[in-house]
């Protein structure tokens, strides 16, 4: 079949990690070769660059240094893992992808819309996302999560997860505006429930979009667009 490509988006602590997991799980038991990775990162590269951007060293350069060091990680993960994953016709589960950098280089960043979208057009190259799951809940769960996960509280929250919560409310209206912009590819999903019930929810968004994979015999939708 052919390979695809399933993004998934919201804010922080929303779940995105924890539902790849369950996500991959469920489709390896029905034999399909899934590859799971995240953004910033998931090449060597990008992994790299995932580590300046994180800790907050390129914060004093300013927000448009930063935009370009996501894109170029970005090119580096498209090229040397996810479109040689979708060639070989494999699944891929990324946690996070060009969503975050309309909305937290673009939206909250306050950069101008033509400049971040140059930057994803080359950055992309045209590996557009057949699916897209935003995971939706208040900011304010989502933070105490991420807080929450390491036993008890995080000493060193990151470069992001240490910004108001007003900027952490905006991010998610900006992704719930961006699923009704794009509804084909876009989906909302509740985060805010068990673990086990959103999972469900997301099988039911993925399962036939791989149906149509295996009966479709037209090339990927993101590398037509290339
Ligand atoms: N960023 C950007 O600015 N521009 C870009 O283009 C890109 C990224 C690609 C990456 O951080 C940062 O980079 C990110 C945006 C920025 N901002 N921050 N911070 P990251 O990779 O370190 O973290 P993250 O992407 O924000 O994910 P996360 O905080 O690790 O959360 P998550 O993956 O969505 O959640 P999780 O790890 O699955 O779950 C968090 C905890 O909640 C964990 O203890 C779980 O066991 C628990 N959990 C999960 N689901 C549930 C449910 N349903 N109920 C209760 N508890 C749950």
């Known amino acids: 079949m052919k390979g695809r490509f399933i993004t998934f988006e919201g804010g922080e602590g929303a779940g995105k ?30 992994e790299a660059v995932r580590h300046v951007l994180l800790s907050g060293a390129a914060e004093e350069f300013g927000v448009r240094m930063e935009a370009i060091l996501f894109a170029a990680a970005r090119s580096d993960h498209v090229e040397e893992l996810i479109r040689p994953a979708i060639d070989a016709g494999k699944i891929v589960l990324c946690d996070r992808f060009m969503d975050s ?44 999560r991420a807080r929450a996960r390491s036993g008890g509280g995080r000493a060193d929250p990151d470069r992001y997860e240490k910004e108001a919560l007003a900027v952490h409310e905006k991010r998610r209206e900006a992704f719930l505006d961006l699923a009704a912009k794009e509804p084909g590819r876009c989906k909302v999903v509740d985060g805010n429930q068990p673990a086990d019930a959103i999972a469900q929810s997301i099988e039911k968004l993925v399962h036939p979009l791989l149906d149509d994979a295996a009966s479709s015999d037209t090339d990927h939708a993101g590398a037509q667009q290339s």
């Open 101 to 144: 950098s309309r909305v937290y280089q673009g939206v909250t960043g306050n950069l101008e819309p033509e400049f971040v979208s140059a930057l994803e057009r080359v950055a992309i190259n045209g590996m557009v996302p057949d699916l897209t799951i935003i995971l939706d809940l208040p900011a304010e769960v989502g933070l105490a």
């Open 17 to 46: 990690s924890t539902q790849i997991q369950y996500l991959a799980e469920a489709l390896r038991t029905r034999g399909y070769d899934v590859v799971m990775t995240r953004e910033p990162g998931g090449s060597p590269g990008a």
